[in-house]
């Protein structure tokens, strides 16, 4: 680790991925950036997730593999992130993949810019689904009504710290209730233009049945985030969420 290469934490929470865990460290092992360390935090798995990591372990010093009892996503990010000796983080779910240059490509952003917050990329499904992910320019009023920042996405450990974490309250869209956290006082967010990030998409996947838990996720955000959504959307955040901004003009008109 130098000034020129501050330490990246890869940060990979992981729950019965013994069929993928393998790919993803491969992808994140390939990367370009010379200062890395991978923290593997497997969540009370049932299959062999964790043996597969330690062999990982076993043949590369960057990787660092934990556990502990299951307790969610967000509890074993915020796990993992707590051992991390990183400057920056990158969280990959356990089941994707990076391009070689993605930490590469997000640090010389940082170094550019320290007004930066956040440097996601454009990114690809694999898997049951192809083609692009179309994932929208950074805007912070888009960001009220919509989840459009990957989990993957590379920042400072500090803005973790000042964020309290990830909350471990929500149990779907902890990525959007995250990215809240950290920028809704300001912050850049850089779009890097190459495909870097591949998303493996899968029927059963989370991020699938998640979308059950709509009134959950909303009802979460609101509570914590009453501030933002009154700035941005003028009241808060509705279920049909690309209508927050009329419903709310229209309540207080009638009020």
Known sequence: MTAQYPLVSVIIPVYNMAEFIGETL???????????????????????????????AARDARVKAYSQPNAGACAARNHAISLAQGQYILPVDSDDKIAPQ????????????????????RAEFFGDRTGEWKLQEFDINLLARKNFIPITAVYRKIEWEKAGGYCEEIIAREDWEFWISVLKNGGKVVKLPQVLLFYRFRQNSKRVSDRKLKHHVIDTLN???PEFFERYLGGPLRYNRSWSRVINRLTRWFR
């Open 223 to 225: 509570k914590r985030h």
């Open 102 to 121: 993605f930490i590469t490509e997000a640090i010389k952003v940082f170094q550019q810019d320290p007004e930066v917050k956040v440097v996601y990329s």
């Open 26 to 56: 491969d992808s994140v092992l390939a990367s370009t950036y010379p200062a890395i360390e991978v923290v593997v935090m497997d969540d009370g798995s049932k299959d062999n997730s964790m043996a597969i990591v330690q062999e990982y």
